[in-house]
């Protein structure tokens, strides 16, 4: 699906839309508020979006949208084939990695990026980490509260303490599973216009899972090691260790090379490279649903020849790719084998 049009004109809109189909806040991590045109709670408007996916011969209904509360509010509101459903349920239907223009410098970027980055993937593939990620980030904010206050209950804390362990744990077997898969499905593709990433994952918790750790010695060597740091993490005003701190590492495989000191434009086919993969990963899942690649500005940094090579490795992978640009003749490779609207003033067009 190639959307084409100028600056502007609304393709990245669509691109986002689809994206709030996907556990989490979409593309640009926006509340239901900034979604919502009109300013606060009392003035916005309502929004929705709907999809209709398809799947084993079967068509699953999905929608997203905000909804008002009786107390006049707004809140964000999920529907599976016309019944209530959670995040999760809405992710296992319509399974999605999306590129944007700023991703481009991933790998030289802060690592809260790459982290955010990869847990997407990791939640692509296993839709149960967002609660373990959102369990784990209130058990922090509650532990550092109470840290704060230096005059604290000891029982809560450990408490909190344990339940951080237990998230934490989950995320990072989650994180380390979903990194094994995807270099398996790095190594397994030809070699060719995407160079091939070494991929790593630098973190407390996920070193002890990669070194054959259990789940059950992690979490109680992580709340333990909480115990232990209190008085850091009190002096420091937040915690210093754990699952928030981890970070994604990549290597240009064929140059040995560290992939923040690759040039713009290997950053950006190892980005696509690692996309590709991804999206094979998550075909050969058992039970997996359908596929989604969304990427806008899909032309920036590639020369004509990979260009045409992603459109080639694109049209033979199971499920949907989404890609956007300002001019049509950016997906000319694609001769009449993809379709293609253009996008106009707010309205779209076949083209």
Same mark, same amino acid.
């Not at 369990?135 to 029982?155: G, H, I, T, V």
């Not at 928030?244 to 950053?267: F, V, W, Y």
């Given at each position: 699906?190639?959307?084409?049009?100028?600056?502007?004109?609304?393709?990245?809109?669509?691109?986002?839309?689809?994206? @709030?189909? %996907?556990? !989490?806040?979409?593309?640009?991590? =926006?509340? #239901?508020?900034? +979604? &919502? *045109?009109?300013?606060?709670?009392?003035?916005?408007?309502?929004?929705?979006?709907?999809?209709?996916?398809?799947?084993?011969?079967?068509?699953?209904?999905?929608?997203?949208?905000?909804?008002?509360?009786?107390?006049?509010?707004?809140?964000?509101?999920?529907?599976?084939?016309?019944?209530?459903?959670?995040?999760?349920?809405?992710?296992?239907?319509?399974?999605?990695?999306?590129?944007?223009?700023?991703?481009?410098?991933?790998?030289?970027?802060?690592?809260?990026?790459?982290?955010?980055?990869?847990?997407?993937?990791?939640?692509?593939?296993?839709?149960?980490?967002?609660?373990?990620?959102?369990?784990?980030?209130?058990?922090?904010?509650?532990?550092?509260?109470?840290?704060?206050?230096?005059?604290?209950?000891?029982?809560?804390?450990?408490?909190?303490?344990?339940? @951080?362990? %237990?998230? !934490?744990?989950?995320?990072?077997? =989650?994180? #380390?599973?979903? +990194? &094994? *898969?995807?270099?398996?499905?790095?190594?397994?593709?030809?070699?060719?216009?995407?160079?091939?990433?070494?991929?790593?994952?630098?973190?407390?918790?996920?070193?002890?899972?990669?070194?054959?750790?259990?789940?059950?010695?992690?979490?109680?060597?992580?709340?333990?090691?909480?115990?232990?740091?209190?008085?850091?993490?009190?002096?420091?005003?937040?915690?210093?260790?754990?699952?928030?701190?981890?970070?994604?590492?990549?290597?240009?495989?064929?140059?040995?090379?560290?992939?923040?000191?690759?040039?713009?434009?290997?950053?950006?086919?190892?980005?696509?490279?690692?996309?590709?993969?991804?999206?094979?990963?998550?075909?050969?899942?058992?039970?997996?649903?359908?596929?989604?690649?969304?990427?806008?500005?899909?032309?920036?940094?590639?020369?004509?020849?990979?260009?045409?090579?992603?459109?080639?490795?694109?049209?033979?992978?199971?499920?949907?790719?989404? +890609?956007?640009?300002?001019?049509?003749?950016?997906?000319?490779?694609?001769?009449?084998?993809?379709?293609?609207?253009?996008?106009?003033?707010?309205?779209?067009?076949?083209?």
């Amino acid at each position: 699906m190639c959307l084409h049009g100028p600056n502007g004109a609304g393709k990245t809109n669509i691109i986002e839309a689809l994206t @709030m189909l %996907a556990p !989490g806040r979409g593309l640009r991590s =926006a509340s #239901v508020i900034e +979604l &919502a *045109r009109g300013g606060g709670e009392d003035r916005a408007q309502l929004w929705a979006v709907a999809a209709r996916v398809a799947r084993d011969g079967d068509e699953i209904a999905l929608g997203i949208g905000a909804e008002r509360t009786p107390e006049g509010g707004i809140k964000r509101a999920m529907r599976r084939d016309g019944m209530a459903a959670t995040a999760s349920e809405l992710g296992d239907a319509a399974r999605m990695t999306w590129l944007t223009p700023a991703m481009d410098r991933l790998w030289s970027g802060p690592a809260g990026d790459r982290r955010r980055f990869f847990d997407r993937l990791t939640l692509a593939r296993a839709s149960a980490h967002g609660h373990a990620a959102a369990a784990y980030e209130r058990a922090m904010r509650e532990r550092q509260k109470l840290l704060s206050d230096r005059n604290f209950d000891d029982a809560w804390l450990t408490g909190l303490e344990r339940e @951080m362990s %237990a998230h !934490g744990a989950a995320i990072a077997a =989650a994180r #380390v599973e979903t +990194l &094994a *898969r995807l270099q398996q499905a790095i190594d397994a593709r030809p070699d060719g216009a995407f160079p091939k990433a070494i991929l790593a994952l630098e973190g407390l918790l996920e070193a002890r899972f990669e070194a054959g750790a259990n789940s059950a010695d992690v979490e109680e060597d992580f709340a333990e090691l909480l115990r232990d740091v209190r008085g850091r993490d009190a002096g420091a005003g937040r915690a210093l260790d754990g699952p928030h701190r981890s970070d994604l590492k990549a290597r240009h495989a064929g140059k040995n090379m560290d992939a923040d000191q690759c040039s713009t434009g290997e950053q950006k086919a190892l980005l696509l490279g690692l996309t590709l993969a991804q999206a094979r990963a998550l075909a050969d899942d058992p039970g997996a649903g359908a596929s989604l690649i969304l990427i806008d500005e899909a032309a920036a940094h590639l020369d004509s020849v990979r260009r045409a090579a992603l459109f080639e490795e694109l049209l033979p992978n199971p499920g949907q790719a989404w +890609l956007t640009g300002t001019d049509a003749n950016l997906f000319e490779a694609f001769g009449g084998r993809a379709q293609s609207f253009e996008v106009r003033d707010g309205q779209v067009r076949g083209a």
